[in-house]
């Protein structure tokens, strides 16, 4: 039950960090977005990799994490379809109209 619980906050750990770091990268097409059921997804295939490294040293623990990062950041994105919005250019658009509201 506890290696569930810990499964799940790790997990959940690593999927923000990376949603973190994606959206403070500053590139010309800032629309990326990490779909959540495919991290978690990706996250899950390193579990036994990552029970067999916790019992090495440090570097090895990194550097599996690193890993980790780098395919979340190439495989667990989210397709953008033409004509839909995602949810960040949704949220521009809220907060361009509240500053609207304020001049009004």
Not at 75 to 90: N, P, Q, V
């Amino acid at each position: 039950m506890y290696g569930r619980l810990i499964s799940i906050l790790f997990s959940s750990k690593i999927v923000s960090v990376v949603k973190e770091s994606i959206h403070n990268e500053k590139s010309d097409n800032n629309e990326k977005e990490i779909n959540d059921l495919k991290a978690f997804k990706q996250v899950k295939e390193f579990f036994p990799i990552l029970r067999i490294k916790v019992f090495e040293d440090e570097i090895s623990i990194l550097i599996l994490i690193n890993t980790i990062i780098d395919t979340l950041r190439r495989f667990a994105m989210k397709s953008i379809r033409k004509g839909d919005k995602s949810i960040r250019e949704l949220l521009d658009y809220m907060v361009l109209q509240e500053c609207n509201l304020k001049y009004m």
